[in-house]
Nanobody
């Protein structure tokens, strides 16, 4: 069974940092591009960041560029999202996802999803 499990969410003050992790049970983890999405109440699912299979290429939404960093450790089957300079607008549930196509921004291309982890940033 393919499983993606996020962790690392929590409550932080504005300007603080969090590091999210996504542990994947996918046997061929290195063959999947990985992405992070988030969804706040009343809003649509929003692309956050994506990373290529070998980690050589990354993509970020404009709202998080320069503050968030996506990385992966294929030996550990884990994807990370380092979030710095957090803002109240970053408050959302964060999901990791795996794609066997490419690290695009559209959620439709992702085959597997985790259950998410909540990030709350207070002002």
């Amino acid at each position: 069974q393919v499983q993606l499990v996020e962790s690392g969410g929590g409550l932080v003050q504005a300007g603080g940092s969090l590091r999210l992790s996504c542990a994947a049970s996918i046997r061929t983890f290195s063959s999947y591009a990985m992405g992070w999405f988030r969804q706040a109440p009343g809003k649509e699912r929003e692309f956050v960041a994506a990373i290529e299979r070998n980690g050589g290429s990354t993509d970020y939404s404009d709202s998080v560029k320069g503050r968030f960093t996506i990385s992966r450790d294929n030996a550990k089957n884990t994807v990370y999202l380092q979030m710095n300079s957090l803002k109240p607008e970053d408050t959302a549930r964060y999901y990791c996802a795996a794609s066997n196509l490419f690290p695009g921004r559209a959620y439709q291309i992702y085959d597997y999803w985790g259950q998410g982890t909540q990030v709350t940033v207070s002002s």
